[in-house]
């Protein structure tokens, strides 16, 4: 699980794919950014990345390369 605090390799690639800058430090714009990822998606605003928000990035990620 990801959430506001959260540091590191897995929220640089994260923000990667989110397109924004991938400081590894998880913060307001990785979670808003990830907020509106969950409501694209019709999951819970939550702006904590578990599996279903993973899927969905994924999802998004796979669509963009098509």
């Known amino acids: ?3 506001k605090g959260s ?3 897995a929220v640089k690639i994260l923000q990667r794919y989110l397109g924004l800058k991938d400081d590894g430090v998880y913060g307001t714009s990785t979670a ?4 509106a990822l969950q409501g694209r998606h019709g999951l819970s605003r939550t702006g904590y990345v578990g599996g279903l928000t993973w899927q ?3 999802r998004e990620v796979r669509a963009r390369r098509g």
């Open 56 to 58: 969905a990035l994924e």
């Open 7 to 9: 540091t590191g390799y």
């Open 1 to 3: 699980m990801l959430r």
């Open 32 to 35: 808003d950014a990830v907020r």
